[in-house]
């Protein structure tokens, strides 16, 4: 379960996926359902895409919590500036995946609307109503999301290309069940 020198561990690799998938459904299902047409279907979606995104905060924690307990891997070898650069968008990553549940839930508050997880229990406003926030923070919302599509094109671009082009294991390392690559001879254990 946990990560080792060269890998990372089960619960790392699974919330990994876990979340990005969450958050790539969930922003797309914002993008349809602000486009519904009135009625209870659109109210439905709503909810739906509210409990979806507080679930992407409630991993999170999780995630931050057993990151912290957890070791990471060593970077494969790489240029030092390229560890710096994917260790920036992590961090960078990490933040929208705080910011965009928060910034969803605050616009909700302000908007005086109530907020349940999947119809199973009450969750509470984080602030009064307030038109003039409501609109920052849908605002907010918005942008957030379309920053956070800019910086993943950087993340997934980096990885596709250290998987095709340097072969090396910085993507299989991520996936569950999959067989990491043999070191090419002269390279650092
Ligand atoms: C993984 C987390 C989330 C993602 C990726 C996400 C993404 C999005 C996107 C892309 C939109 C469409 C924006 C637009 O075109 O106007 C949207 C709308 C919205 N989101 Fe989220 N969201 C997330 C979490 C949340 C949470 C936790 C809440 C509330 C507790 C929330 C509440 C809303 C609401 C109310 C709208 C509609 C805004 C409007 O009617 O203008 N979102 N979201
Ligand atoms: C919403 C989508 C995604 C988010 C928010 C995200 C976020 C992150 C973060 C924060 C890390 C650093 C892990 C840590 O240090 O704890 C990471 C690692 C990683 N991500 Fe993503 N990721 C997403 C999607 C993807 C996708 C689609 C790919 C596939 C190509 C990918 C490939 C990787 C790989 C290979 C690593 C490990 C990098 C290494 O070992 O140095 N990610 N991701």
Known sequence: MKSS??????????????????????????????????GMDKLNTYAIHKSIGLTVLALLILRVCWRMLDRAPRDEPMPRWQSLAAHATHGVLYLFMLALPLSGWIYNSA????????????LPALLDKNEDLAEIASEA????????IVVLIAH???????????????LLRMLPFARLRARKTGENP
């Open 5 to 38: 020198d060269t890998r990372w561990g089960s619960v790392i690799q699974w919330l990994h996926w876990l979340m990005a998938l969450g958050i790539l459904g969930n922003g797309v299902l914002g993008l349809v359902m602000v486009d519904m047409s009135r």
């Open 111 to 122: 908007n005086g609307n109530p907020l349940q997880w999947f119809k199973q229990f009450n």
């Open 141 to 148: 919302h918005e942008i957030l999301f379309w920053i956070l």
């Open 156 to 170: 997934v671009g980096g990885a596709l290309v250290h998987h095709w082009l340097e072969r090396d294991n910085t």
